[in-house]
């Protein structure tokens, strides 16, 4: 071999002859490339060589699709670890690609399954719906699949619609009814035109438009003017001219009579202030309410801004906040909140000499 490489030099001979041989010699000492192989089961694996101490060793290495689940090995392309247990991935998906197959294989409980094609409902599979076009169309109501065009989930079940336009649908209980005639009355629908829901029973008679409840009882809203009807806590009164409630009971004011806390009481012996704290033996003819203070009609005291302040109405006082003044010789200024007495018969003027008086000794004597 050295004499079909020599030249008219015999030291560049000797030379390119040693270049040759090491060349051969690196080539039939450098490893092939790594190797793609599948086990029996489809489980991927590289071969990798190498020349170790002038050895060759060839050690099988674990392919970038190996996984693990519960400590074994799989194929993430073939394979699925469901709840600790290695699964096949669905025939739909055996000649997709490693992207769709990451996308679209998904665990139901110890199953894998297509989430284009199927539905995992409360952890219970529903496979093979029609088609991928008709999956958008379905939905999972408690561990069953419904199709939302002719059914509608109540209380965990489907439901059929019959006739009841999709959009229109709602659930009352276990049962469909459609919103724009009827209503839920309890966990029963009832048709609003021509019946009325009162305190959870549905009664008949007259719709919302019609009749109103009281109580468990419904009655006609025309009857309330012809016959002067009133409902007092769920009991119905005829004939009630000028009459109030006063809890189930009615009263006239009128007479005399009162209402404090849902029980009456004598306006000529008794005083209730705030609708429910009532003063025995002290009689509403002779005093007023401010509110949870007392005022005797015939001190020179009024209530402003429920403060009792000095001051009556039948002598020209008024109120201005929580202050009362003299309607003859003052006027009450300035917004909600923050309103002032000033002496004078209009505003604009009153302002007008206080600002042009800074002296607050004067403006202490005109305000007294």
């Known amino acids: 071999m050295a004499a079909q490489f020599s030249s008219a030099s015999g030291s560049r001979g000797h030379s390119f002859s040693a270049v040759a041989l090491c060349a051969w010699t690196l080539l039939f000492l450098l490893p092939p490339p790594a190797s793609g192989f599948q ?156 019946e009325l829901c009162c305190q959870g029973v549905i009664v008949p008679g007259g719709g919302i438009k019609t009749h109103m409840c009281c109580g468990a009882v419904s009655y006609a809203l025309a009857d309330i003017e012809a016959h002067n009807m009133l409902c007092c806590d769920g009991q119905v009164y005829e004939n009630a001219v000028d009459a109030k409630c006063c809890g189930v009971t009615t009263y006239y004011p009128f007479e005399g009579q009162g209402c404090c806390r849902g029980e009456l009481y004598d306006r000529s012996q008794d005083l209730c202030c705030q609708g429910r704290d009532l003063r025995s033996g002290i009689p509403e003819t002779e005093f007023e309410c401010c509110a949870y203070g007392v005022i005797s009609r015939q001190s020179d005291r009024m209530c402003c801004d429920r403060t009792i302040v000095r001051g009556r109405l039948e002598t020209g006082h008024a109120c201005c906040g929580r202050e009362s003044y003299k309607r003859d010789a003052q006027v009450c200024c300035g917004p909600s909140g923050k309103k002032e007495v000033l002496f004078g018969h209009n505003c604009q003027t009153a302002m007008t000499e206080r600002n042009q008086h800074p002296d607050p000794n004067l403006i202490f004597l005109w305000k007294k």
């Not at 990798?48 to 519960?70: I, M, Y």
């Open 39 to 194: 086990q029996d089961d489809g489980t991927p694996f590289q071969l990798r060589h190498e020349h170790v101490n002038g050895e060759h060793h060839v050690q099988k290495r674990r392919a970038p699709e190996l996984a693990t689940c519960s400590g074994q090995e799989y194929n993430t392309t073939l394979k699925r670890c469901c709840e600790g247990s290695i699964v096949s991935i669905p025939s739909s998906l055996s000649k997709a690609s490693v992207a769709d197959i990451t996308r679209y294989a998904w665990c139901c409980s110890s199953s894998s399954y297509d989430i284009r094609t199927s539905l995992c409902c409360g952890g219970s599979l529903r496979p093979d719906i029609v088609s991928k076009a008709e999956r958008s169309h379905y939905r999972c109501c408690g561990t069953d699949a419904i199709d939302v065009r002719t059914a509608k989930c109540c209380s965990g079940a489907g439901r059929p619609l019959h006739k009841v336009p999709a959009a229109e649908a709602q659930c009352c209980g276990g049962e469909v009814f459609r919103n724009k005639t009827q209503s839920c009355c309890g966990t029963a629908p009832f048709n609003t035109e021509a």
